[in-house]
């Protein structure tokens, strides 16, 4: 572990190992591009002396590309864990009591895979009872869909039961209004930083050149909305009432302790989609149900890896954009505790689980909360915090 | 027919009641919003006096909502038609050769629809033979998925061919390379000027205070990629390489002369999607490949109507922003020459079509060029062109 001079900040998850970009403001003060570090912000445009993190999002500094990213990141860990860094430093460190925390960067196109062989197993086994439950093209391609990218908020955004038609079970005909089926996808978000021009496909061995980090995404799925509307062209009002992400991005050069090889993948991908390098990530999501951990997905179970996810997102040549956003899809491991969403923790609906008020919930309620967390191993015996993603379920409009 | 006394413009099908909105540049000179009369654009900036329209895009003036629309248009009107508007008006039209035309709006989500009952008749007949070719869903609500708004290009984009995974006829495993089966869709799309809070939905009686105009769109496909990805997420890569859209945006206010009872719908639809105005369109659109039509697609025969677009696009309280497109699916009527993709004009490449000289096509090879036009009735004998979307084919990279 890199220690560092600021107090806490070591046994944090938040140390000098981590060092997430946000953006922050305080006191009514134009928003600024910040580094947490322990319970503090450093604030980069003071501390740098560079008026490009006087910004309302990462984005200008994520264009900047990976040379930028990694020098930044040095100064400031150098800033942070030497003496002598500490006089320029300790001015621009503010507590992150008296920040408010902005969403961190503006999301140009929002794309969702379906990369964990359980989840996408689970869901089939639900949704098509009797039929195979993976699609002929699973194991060959990381199946992916774009969602709506105006609607992605930032973690404490309350979210509005959506209302749609459903199909209520045994009806001929649809009804509309509150959905009675919502539920949480908990995920890993990407985030591209550097863009690319159209018609250039981006290769596995480029992932580190355009993925400036990495947050925590929770995609709220309305169940029932989603069961009548898919067919034939894919999920859309059962998911674009709001998508959740994390407010610190963790920069993927943080992670390096985290990467491992990816799970072994039958038959072998075309070239195209070979793995090069280990991009797998042991990442261990928490997922809470008002304060109670429901599940503990492990990230480093997915069958398909963030580099795969790139190549195939751009092998026909579609362009990448600062601040595109490619979450993972539902994170959910082999075992029945490790399921990401609801609809697979408590099958379909029909095994509830127990909260610790004696409650059981099959969907969420009004006023329930979900936070997702998570952690990696940094060097050394350091903690990489994710931070987390939270947001509480208000009553239909 | 109001008359302007720019020369050659009532006949142009850019006359005075049209007056179609666009981007554009002069030698080098930033862009500004202009309005396309005859084979002129009026610079807007000079006309109006209004700074607002020294811009690369139409969003800010989209923006300002329906009433400063309204306006504007009565004033620009005013100007091209009064000789007294002609002193303020004339040195500022500058002939439509001497400028580049740019994308006319920043498009932030981007939606497609499938609301053509004869198109998603055909797609389900060819894509899933034996099966009832329209799923349980499709007569309830207008089925759409996201697609990628940072691909969507200006008319006149050359659209390289994309490679991707398909699964030859009869193979076991899918091959990657470049589509064999590229294709167009014919649609009409709806730019949003003014947006809305997340958690609220716009009724189908608010539709004009959303929807800022109308343009052409090609919906490029690549149909071998598409079938192999799309189950059960929907459409991806197949789509994600290219949408072109026409460079002036039509607006609403245009298009009164052409507006028309939806068609009927059986079984009515529930009453957030029940239609309160005639916001069917007639207009007729025309399909050129090299230069030939191919087909006259209809658009007063679409199922569903823009105004129920959008009330089910918002129905669970999804927000829109400026610059949000949406598009009406492949609009193809019931004559099989009013098919509006190679897909349904040559059944699935079954029955290729012949072009006048002599070769033929079952889907699009390197080099052609499809440009979609349309046209609507003005009033009282005024003729209201769309422009056209175009684009020409290049090999794979």
Known sequence: MTNSWVPGADASGFGADNLPYGVFSRAGAPPRVG????????????????????????????????????????????????????AVAEPNLVPLGETVLRPPFEVADYVD????????SNVGAIFRPGDEPLKPNWRHLPVAYHGRSGTVVASGTD??????????????????????????????????GTRTALGRSVSVSDFAEHVFGVVLVNDWSARDIQAWEYAPLGPFLGKSFATSVSQWVVPL????????????????????????????????????????????????????????MLAHLT?????LRTGDLYASG????????????????????????????????????????????????????????????????????
């Open 35 to 86: 580094v947490r570090i322990g319970d503090y912000v450093l604030d980069l445009a003071g501390a740098l002396g560079d008026s490009e993190f006087f910004a309302a999002s990462l984005n200008p500094f994520m264009a900047r590309g990976s040379t930028v990213w990694l020098a930044t990141r040095a100064k400031v860990a150098g800033m942070l864990t030497a003496e002598q860094g500490r």
């Open 113 to 120: 895979f379906y990369c964990s062989l359980e989840h996408a």
């Open 159 to 192: 979210i509005v039961r959506p209302s749609g038609q459903r199909l209520p079970p045994g009806a001929k005909e649809p009804v509309f209004g509150p959905s009675t089926r919502l539920d949480i996808e908990a995920e890993l978000g990407f985030v591209v």
């Open 253 to 308: 050069d943080a992670l390096g302790a985290a990467r491992c090889a990816g799970r072994e993948q039958d038959p072998a991908p075309l070239p195209h989609l070979r793995r090069l390098a280990d991009w797998g990530l042991d990442i261990t999501m928490e997922v809470r149900l008002n304060g109670q951990v429901v599940s503990r997905p492990p990230f480093g179970a997915m069958y398909w890896t963030a580099d795969q």
């Open 315 to 319: 092998s026909n040549g579609a362009a």
């Open 330 to 397: 539902t994170v959910s491991g082999p075992r029945k505790d490790q399921r990401g969403s609801l609809l697979e923790l408590t099958w379909g609906g029909s095994e509830p689980i127990t909260l610790g008020d004696g409650s059981t919930r099959t969907f969420l309620e009004d006023g329930d909360t979900v936070t997702v967390t998570a952690r990696a191993a940094g060097m050394a015996g350091a903690t990489i915090s994710l931070g987390e993603v939270t947001g509480t379920v208000r009553a239909a409009l």
